[in-house]
């Protein structure tokens, strides 16, 4: 059984196109994460969600619109897609139980977007 | 906003080499937590520090946070070609459950 997926694995599209992607833990964490890893492998975290509630968002456009309909779940929409929104995008989730913790992050396969 | 750096960006090691890589944060550490990730892989976490001075080992990898709660590194002893990959190193300070990865280390075995 896979803790943490992602939909789609791969993902090409071509500029100004909406799309989303899909993250499901079933690891029971409270915690979810949206990582965007870029070309030169930079690992830089995006939004944060501690049991559906939005604890972490960073400086991100606001075309990135993070969902969470439950705790398992955390999806990530784009708009307006832009070339330099390719990249590798990870969702993880950690326990995230304990206040001022912080726990082993799980993380998913990945989606890497390509925007032409 | 802090920033954490890694030294080196590449490293290329003759298999049986030994390996170090130095993370450096901006600000002091609550904890500092270390992930592998291997060619096209996700990151996988490794081992988690908390205290001033801490060293831990794990079989060939040996990892310390400095005493300062600033600095940590993680040095392979005897590399095989299954430790190709990136080391991230990933600082707490302060922020629930948030981390801020480094730059990360890419290593590479020559067998």
């Known amino acids: 059984d896979t803790a943490v997926s992602q939909t789609p694995k791969y993902l090409v599209t071509q500029m100004g196109n909406d799309k989303s992607i899909k993250c499901e833990q079933n690891?029971?964490?409270?915690?979810m994460y949206w990582y965007k890893q870029d070309s030169k492998k930079f690992l830089k975290i995006m939004f944060s969600?501690?049991?559906?509630?939005?604890?972490i968002n960073e400086t991100v456009p606001n075309r990135f619109s993070p969902k969470s309909p439950d705790k398992a779940h955390l999806n990530l929409h784009i708009n307006s897609l832009e070339l330099g929104d390719s990249a590798v995008y990870f969702c993880?989730?950690?326990?995230?139980?304990?206040?001022?913790?912080?726990?082993?992050?799980?993380f998913g396969p990945g989606t890497r977007l390509t925007v032409l | 906003g802090q920033q954490v750096m890694q030294i080196p960006q590449y490293q290329h090691v003759q298999e049986g080499e030994d390996f170090t890589t130095y993370c450096n944060s901006s600000?002091?550490?609550?904890?500092i937590q270390w992930y592998k990730q291997r060619p096209g892989g996700h990151p996988v976490f490794l081992i988690q520090?908390?205290?001033?001075?801490e060293v831990k080992k794990q079989k060939r990898l040996t990892f310390q946070f400095g005493e300062a709660k600033k600095n940590s590194s993680l040095h392979i002893t005897a590399t095989q070609t299954t430790d190709v990959g990136t080391y991230f190193c990933?600082?707490?300070?302060?922020?629930?459950?948030?981390?801020?990865f480094g730059t990360g280390t890419k290593l590479q075995v020559i067998p």
């Open positions: 600000t002091t550490l609550s904890n």
């Open positions: 690891l029971g964490h409270d915690t």
């Open positions: 990933a600082g707490a300070s302060g922020g629930y459950q948030k981390v801020t």
């Open positions: 969600y501690n049991n559906k509630e939005l604890i």
């Open positions: 520090l908390v205290k001033s001075g």
């Open positions: 993880a989730s950690s326990p995230g139980r304990r206040q001022g913790s912080t726990d082993t992050q799980y």
